[in-house]
Each structure stands twice: as structure tokens, then as C-alpha cells.
């Protein structure tokens, strides 16, 4: 360019084939796009988040399905390929670790097994007067298995992951995703073969709670953060009570067990907060999931869901 | 996902190579770069891979390009912000893709600018629109951190991405010199 521009002789070359500022020949504007281009496509962009933005997305939603088909088997492949090499340096490290490894294979479909209940909470429930009711209750559910396959970039800012269970599973959207140490998010929406998981780190994830040992009740909102830093912030309800730390927090639960079924674990009181500004006490909870190292979750459905693979019932057995 | 018909005149080994080239950044990004993951921030593969065809063929392709692959990005699993928001921000992306760079075979030290850029850019197109729909509510300090974390993850990954891409669409095409 400033070659072109001291030499006081060059020639000005016609617009049809100018020289670009490398000084290689181009053709007639290459490739600018259409003003008119330019338009639709924006427009296409700001159609597509108001209809995300109205009604919850339900007119994307089928969308995302059909893409998910696509792409969810596809991401299944992916990790069923990278499950293996990404565990070597597991195994490399140690024959300790190894062994531990083996141990928490097999203790992670007890934990399964075991993880609706908890101990608290179930003392407190075991006390009122609705026992029966509790029991038919928690009886009710059954965990279909589902590794993780895919993980949500956090430069998107929402915490998601893909499993590799779906509609064929008996999975449906508005189910409780748990693992071996405690609660880990919803399901959003499913395809045949995946479904797409809302953490409750999320920032947007708002969890019905109840502290185990008072059984008082308040909101788990996410922070957004995974990790070791991840962090829920519980609002109770009641602003005169005080949760001391290291209680146990668990799902209160709604109707019909969508889209949390109650009493599973979600972590511990770390510390509590009260402003004299905010009506409420705020109460930061430590979760028991390791967010960052998902892998194995079960998915909870009713009791006798029909499942294109066997289904953990809750006594233990595999069907 | 790629150009419709209305684009008839774009040849159809261009398309499928371009869509062969989102499908695996895509499949690659969600699936195999989470464990190597740095807080939780992998690189922009689909992203680089606009920024290689904006290089190639130009900004017009980019564009459209762009569009699609955001689209996919916005709609394949686990994806759960609003759909548009990838697609606005990749498109922008293959525009200054294609803008800042026309020669046919640039060499690394005019491309990695352009991808650096590119992916400032797009995180940052990205990052705002969700700002701006408040989805999800996250913090500016929050924002900068990963759009970092971001930029440094596209930037090293450019250096094997966009060869490969620019490669794999110039043995598709092996007799255009230019966009």
C-alpha cells in the first residue's frame, strides 16, 4: 500500500481489477457481500432469539432436536472413542490410583442405588405423620444409567452437558439428574439418543431446597461456576433461621417429582450470610457433585419405565 | 446448513467440504476438548474453522458460512442460550475474516492476526448479545476471564485448524486461486 503511494508514477488500476493492499491481483470486490445479504442474515439472527426469547423457545425447540439427532450420536462416537485415552494418564499415575479407581467403579452403582436417600432428611420424614406417603414416595423412582458426553464451552456461560441416554431410555424432559454424591441438574430436552442436562451450577438453575436437619425450606440458585470454586447460593425463606455449617442441603421436591424429585443430596453449608438491607438469610452451599469431573450419572424415572437399557431400581436391582 | 439455493453458482465440493469441517470442529468442541478444558473453556474450534473459510473464499462466503455454523453451534447439544447468538457472532466473524485477509494462500504470520482478532471478536459479539438478553446473567469480570482464556485457547489452536481447513479446501478446489 504505502509502496504504491510513494511512487508518484504508479498507475491507478481500474476498479474491475485492482491491486489489494498484498499487492496480489484482485478480482471486482472480492467477495463483499450483499448489503441485502448482510440484512436478511441479521434479521435471521434477531428473529430466531426473539422466537427463543417468547414462550421458552417451544418454536426452537423442534429445531434442536433435529439437529441433536443428528449431532448427539455423533458426540456419543466422539467420547466412546476418547473415553479410553483420556483415562491413561488415570492409570499411568499409580497402581494406588488404579486400585482406587476399580473401588469407585464398583461402590458407584451402590452409591446409585443409595443416593435418593439420605440420612437427615429421612430421620425428620420418617417422623411425620405422612411416613407412608414418604415411602410410596421415594419407592417410586428408578435410575436409568447415562455417562456424559458432551460438555456446554463456558464461553457460552451456561452450564449444560450432553448424555448419552434419551427418549429410547424413557428419559423425558423435567427429570432429576443425579450421581453417586448427590444432585446434578435437570433434563431440558431430550432426542432419541441424547438429552441435554441443565446443571444446577447454572445461573439460570433454581432448585426448590430444605436444610436436612430443620427442615426449613428456601431457593438454590447456581453462580455459573464449575469446579472447585463452584458454588450455590441458598435463599431460605424463613429470614429468622440460621443454618449452622456443614448441614446437609436436599431437594424439597415438587409435584410429581418434575422437575426435582425430593430428598436427594445437593452439598453442605459452607457459610451464611444475613443483610440487614435483603429480608432474607443467604447461605452459600458447597455441592457434593464435582461438577468438572462428570462422567457416570443416573437419570430418575418412575418405577417401571420401559428402557432401551436396564434401569437400577431403587432395591437395588437391575431390570 | 450451508448456502441454500440460492447460491447455486457456489460448487457442491465446497459445501460438503465446509460442512465436513464444522460437523468435526463441532463434535471435537463439545466432546474431546471438555477434558482438556481450562476452567471450563475450550478452544472455538467451529469458530476457527469460519475464520479459514472467510480466508479462503472470501467475505461473503464467510458470512453465510458463518451464519450456518453459529446455527449449529446455537442448536446441537448441550447447547441451552438463545439460538442466534452463535450465529450472529460467527457470522460477523467470517465478514472480518474475510475482510482483513484476500490472498489466496496467506501465510501464517498475515493469518494468525486475523484469527486472533476473529476470535476476539466473535467471544466478544457472543458475550454481548447475552449482556444485552440478560442469558444467562453473568458478570463483565466474569466475561473478560474467559474471554482471555478464550482468545489464548483459538490462538494456539489456529496454528493447526486453519492449515488443515485451508488445506482440505484448497484439495476440494485445486484450481481456483482466488475467492
Same mark, same amino acid.
Given at each position: 500500500?504505502?509502496?504504491?503511494?510513494?511512487?508518484?508514477?504508479?498507475?491507478?488500476?481500474?476498479?474491475?481489477?485492482?491491486?489489494?493492499?498484498?499487492?496480489?491481483?484482485? &478480482?471486482?470486490?472480492?467477495?463483499?457481500?450483499?448489503?441485502?445479504?448482510?440484512?436478511?442474515?441479521?434479521?435471521?439472527?434477531?428473529?430466531?432469539?426473539?422466537? /427463543?426469547?417468547?414462550?421458552?423457545?417451544?418454536?426452537?425447540?423442534?429445531?434442536?432436536?433435529?439437529?441433536?439427532?443428528?449431532?448427539?450420536?455423533?458426540?456419543?462416537?466422539?467420547?466412546?472413542?476418547?473415553?479410553?485415552?483420556?483415562?491413561?494418564?488415570?492409570?499411568?499415575?499409580?497402581?494406588?490410583?488404579?486400585?482406587?479407581?476399580? #473401588?469407585?467403579?464398583?461402590?458407584?452403582? #451402590?452409591?446409585?442405588?443409595?443416593?435418593?436417600?439420605?440420612?437427615?432428611? #429421612?430421620?425428620?420424614?420418617?417422623?411425620?405423620? /405422612?411416613?407412608?406417603?414418604?415411602?410410596?414416595?421415594?419407592?417410586?423412582?428408578?435410575?436409568?444409567?447415562?455417562?456424559?458426553?458432551?460438555?456446554?464451552?463456558?464461553?457460552?456461560?451456561?452450564?449444560?452437558?450432553?448424555?448419552?441416554?434419551?427418549?429410547?431410555?424413557?428419559?423425558?424432559?423435567?427429570?432429576?439428574?443425579?450421581?453417586?454424591?448427590?444432585?446434578?441438574?435437570?433434563?431440558?430436552?431430550?432426542?432419541?439418543?441424547?438429552?441435554?442436562?441443565?446443571?444446577?451450577? #447454572?445461573?439460570?438453575?433454581?432448585?426448590?431446597?430444605?436444610?436436612?436437619?430443620?427442615?426449613?425450606?428456601?431457593?438454590?440458585?447456581?453462580?455459573?461456576?464449575?469446579?472447585?470454586?463452584?458454588?450455590?447460593?441458598?435463599?431460605?425463606?424463613?429470614?429468622?433461621?440460621?443454618?449452622?455449617?456443614?448441614?446437609?442441603?436436599?431437594?424439597?421436591?415438587?409435584?410429581?417429582?418434575?422437575?426435582?424429585?425430593?430428598?436427594?443430596?445437593?452439598?453442605? $453449608? @459452607?457459610?451464611?450470610?444475613?443483610?440487614?438491607?435483603?429480608?432474607?438469610?443467604?447461605?452459600?452451599?458447597?455441592?457434593?457433585?464435582? =461438577?468438572?469431573?462428570?462422567?457416570?450419572?443416573?437419570?430418575?424415572?418412575?418405577?417401571?419405565?420401559?428402557?432401551?437399557?436396564?434401569?437400577? @431400581?431403587?432395591?437395588?436391582?437391575?431390570? | 446448513?450451508?448456502?441454500?439455493?440460492? =447460491?447455486?453458482?457456489?460448487?457442491?465440493?465446497?459445501?460438503?467440504?465446509?460442512?465436513?469441517?464444522?460437523?468435526?470442529?463441532?463434535?471435537?468442541?463439545?466432546?474431546?476438548?471438555?477434558?482438556?478444558?481450562?476452567?471450563?473453556?475450550?478452544?472455538?474450534?467451529?469458530?476457527?474453522?469460519?475464520?479459514?473459510?472467510?480466508?479462503?473464499?472470501?467475505? @461473503?462466503?464467510?458470512?453465510?458460512?458463518?451464519?450456518?455454523?453459529?446455527?449449529?453451534?446455537?442448536?446441537?447439544?448441550?447447547?441451552?442460550?438463545?439460538?442466534?447468538?452463535?450465529?450472529?457472532?460467527?457470522?460477523?466473524?467470517?465478514?472480518?475474516?474475510?475482510?482483513?485477509?484476500?490472498?489466496?494462500? &496467506?501465510?501464517?504470520?498475515?493469518?494468525?492476526?486475523?484469527?486472533?482478532?476473529?476470535? =476476539?471478536?466473535?467471544?466478544?459479539?457472543?458475550?454481548?448479545?447475552?449482556?444485552?438478553?440478560?442469558?444467562?446473567?453473568?458478570?463483565?469480570?466474569?466475561?473478560?476471564?474467559?474471554?482471555?482464556?478464550?482468545?489464548?485457547?483459538?490462538?494456539?489452536?489456529?496454528?493447526?485448524? $486453519?492449515?488443515?481447513?485451508?488445506?482440505?479446501?484448497?484439495?476440494?478446489?485445486?484450481?481456483?486461486?482466488?475467492?
Amino acid at each position: 500500500m504505502t509502496d504504491l503511494l510513494t511512487r508518484p508514477g504508479a498507475r491507478r488500476p481500474a476498479v474491475e481489477d485492482r491491486l489489494n493492499r498484498r499487492g496480489s491481483l484482485e &478480482p471486482r470486490e472480492p467477495g463483499r457481500p450483499r448489503r441485502s445479504l448482510v440484512v436478511a442474515l441479521v434479521l435471521a439472527c434477531v428473529t430466531l432469539m426473539t422466537l /427463543d426469547h417468547v414462550d421458552d423457545g417451544a418454536a426452537i425447540d423442534p429445531l434442536r432436536r433435529v439437529v441433536g439427532e443428528v449431532y448427539g450420536p455423533a458426540e456419543s462416537g466422539v467420547e466412546a472413542v476418547v473415553r479410553p485415552v483420556v483415562a491413561v494418564p488415570h492409570w499411568l499415575r499409580s497402581h494406588h490410583d488404579l486400585a482406587d479407581r476399580i #473401588d469407585d467403579l464398583e461402590s458407584e452403582n #451402590d452409591q446409585l442405588r443409595s443416593q435418593l436417600a439420605s440420612n437427615d432428611y #429421612d430421620r425428620n420424614r420418617l417422623q411425620e405423620y /405422612d411416613a407412608l406417603t414418604a415411602t410410596a414416595e421415594s419407592i417410586g423412582y428408578a435410575l436409568v444409567p447415562a455417562r456424559v458426553v458432551g460438555i456446554g464451552p463456558a464461553q457460552s456461560f451456561s452450564r449444560t452437558v450432553t448424555i448419552d441416554a434419551g427418549s429410547r431410555a424413557g428419559l423425558k424432559p423435567d427429570m432429576t439428574v443425579v450421581n453417586g454424591s448427590g444432585l446434578v441438574g435437570r433434563i431440558l430436552r431430550v432426542t432419541s439418543t441424547t438429552a441435554t442436562v441443565l446443571l444446577v451450577v #447454572d445461573a439460570d438453575s433454581t432448585v426448590g431446597a430444605r436444610v436436612g436437619r430443620s427442615m426449613k425450606v428456601g431457593f438454590l440458585h447456581g453462580r455459573g461456576d464449575l469446579g472447585q470454586q463452584a458454588r450455590l447460593d441458598l435463599e431460605l425463606v424463613d429470614q429468622t433461621y440460621v443454618p449452622s455449617a456443614g448441614e446437609t442441603v436436599v431437594t424439597w421436591g415438587s409435584q410429581d417429582g418434575a422437575p426435582y424429585v425430593s430428598g436427594v443430596p445437593v452439598g453442605r $453449608v @459452607e457459610s451464611v450470610y444475613s443483610s440487614l438491607r435483603e429480608t432474607t438469610q443467604r447461605a452459600v452451599i458447597e455441592p457434593f457433585v464435582d =461438577f468438572s469431573a462428570l462422567d457416570l450419572v443416573g437419570v430418575v424415572v418412575p418405577s417401571g419405565t420401559t428402557s432401551d437399557r436396564s434401569v437400577i @431400581e431403587l432395591d437395588g436391582s437391575l431390570r | 446448513m450451508s448456502p441454500g439455493p440460492r =447460491f447455486s453458482s457456489v460448487p457442491l465440493p465446497r459445501v460438503l467440504a465446509t460442512l465436513i469441517a464444522v460437523s468435526v470442529a463441532l463434535v471435537l468442541q463439545t466432546s474431546l476438548f471438555p477434558h482438556l478444558a481450562i476452567n471450563g473453556v475450550v478452544p472455538d474450534l467451529v469458530l476457527l474453522v469460519v475464520v479459514a473459510v472467510g480466508l479462503a473464499h472470501g467475505a @461473503e462466503t464467510g458470512l453465510v458460512l458463518g451464519f450456518g455454523a453459529g446455527l449449529l453451534l446455537d442448536l446441537a447439544p448441550p447447547a441451552d442460550h438463545y439460538a442466534g447468538r452463535w450465529a450472529l457472532a460467527l457470522m460477523v466473524v467470517g465478514y472480518v475474516a474475510g475482510r482483513l485477509a484476500s490472498a489466496a494462500r &496467506p501465510r501464517v504470520g498475515q493469518w494468525l492476526p486475523v484469527a486472533a482478532a476473529a476470535s =476476539f471478536v466473535g467471544t466478544s459479539v457472543f458475550a454481548l448479545t447475552g449482556l444485552a438478553l440478560r442469558d444467562p446473567a453473568v458478570g463483565v469480570g466474569e466475561l473478560l476471564r474467559v474471554e482471555v482464556v478464550a482468545v489464548a485457547w483459538d490462538v494456539a489452536l489456529a496454528l493447526v485448524v $486453519v492449515p488443515l481447513a485451508l488445506g482440505l479446501f484448497a484439495k476440494v478446489e485445486p484450481d481456483r486461486v482466488l475467492a
